[in-house]
């Protein structure tokens, strides 16, 4: 536990350390000039990701008299919801006297990643009515995000509607956002509509329409697409072969993933790490959880099913490819497993390496041993074990660079 004093170094460094960055190493005499709104806003985003520090800040920018001075409550808002204390962003919402879009596209940008993204209707609703305020870009682009993981293709036409009359009707990022949301919402038809009218296609919508079309059930449309789109990359990959074994073309899917093994990395190799990680998890008193398996097998083939699921494998590859001491991130399209969350745990420890795992939930941040959910978590899998070897590559991704995922499969 750190003393009060030792926090307030901390936040009196992050400031310091902020204040340097947005003033790109000028000389201490001009970094006064920077106002004392500026520098919060500047000290909030430093501490986003840390809950202790977030609420410290906090507490200082409430005795400074600096709390409803713009753009504080939207930097407030998001560094709560990156710190994954989202009832604290919507009370901070709540008790804010004067809201704008700013606040807005933060609180719902925070919602539409959350467990909870149905919260975003009545914020929506508020924004609408309440504040008379005028969704902008990027408020259409995380409203959509919502409505593709409520499945609502009702709600996501009104809000396409909306877009096509607003002034932002052009911007090919909101169009994106909705190729992905009919997409989702099983209207695919109406995704390939907006993405025919985009004027520049990057590889983010390329994506999103690929894996639309695969997720439907529809493999050729899915194949033809991707065949014409340029420079294919890991993203597009994956992300067709992951809607071809969720409709059950495992053939075809096993022969894109033979297709796209251009890197040189051999299977053997991932099942090689993993056998050493099993061995080395054994040591410090690791005992699978077989629970999750609903098949009627023997214990042994139950252990043999937990070691094919996806993540883990997934992860091994991550450790193969990428750099020491990078970040290992994952995307799975169903829930982590009571063992591979105690699996992830290990792995983090014993090879001193940070994981990051999007399961259909929740992100897991597995460090040291640790997982951020603090084991408030339970197992709500369907019960489904993604255990074919193609699903290897579904599930991974591993960037050099500490990048987030830009959409999720």
Known sequence: MLSG?????????????????????RHEADLCMLSPAATAVAAVRATAGSPAAVRGMHARILKEGLAHHPPNPAALVSAYAKSRLLPDALHLFDETPRRDIYIYSSLLTAVSHSASPELALPILRCML?????????????????????????????????????????????????????????GSPDDGRKVFDSMSAKNSVVWTALVSGYASNGRSEEALQLFRSMPGRNLFAWTALISGLVNTGESVGAVE???????????????????????????????????????HDLEESEKEHHLFLHSERLAVAFGLIKSPPGSVIRVV?????????HTVMKLISEITHRKIVVRDSSRFHHFEGGKCSCSEFWEDLSSGREDILLVYVVLALWTYVNEEKPIFEI
């Open 5 to 25: 004093g030792e926090r307030r170094r901390i936040i009196d460094q992050s400031i310091q350390n902020e204040r340097l960055r947005y003033w790109g190493g």
């Open 129 to 185: 009515s309440a504040d008379a305020l005028h969704p902008d870009h990027f408020v259409i682009s995380s409203v959509a995000s919502v409505f593709a993981r409520l499945r609502s293709r009702r709600l996501g036409r009104q809000l396409h509607a909306h877009f096509v009359a607003s002034p932002y009707n052009g911007d090919d990022v909101v169009k994106s956002s909705l190729v992905d949301m009919y997409c989702k919402c």
């Open 256 to 294: 894109l993933f033979v297709e796209m093994r251009r890197d040189g990395v051999r299977i053997d190799d991932a099942f090689v790490l993993s056998i050493e990680m099993v061995l080395e998890m054994r040591k410090r008193g690791y005992v699978p959880d077989t629970s999750s398996v609903m």
């Open 332 to 340: 799975k399209n169903l829930r982590v497993c009571v063992d591979c």
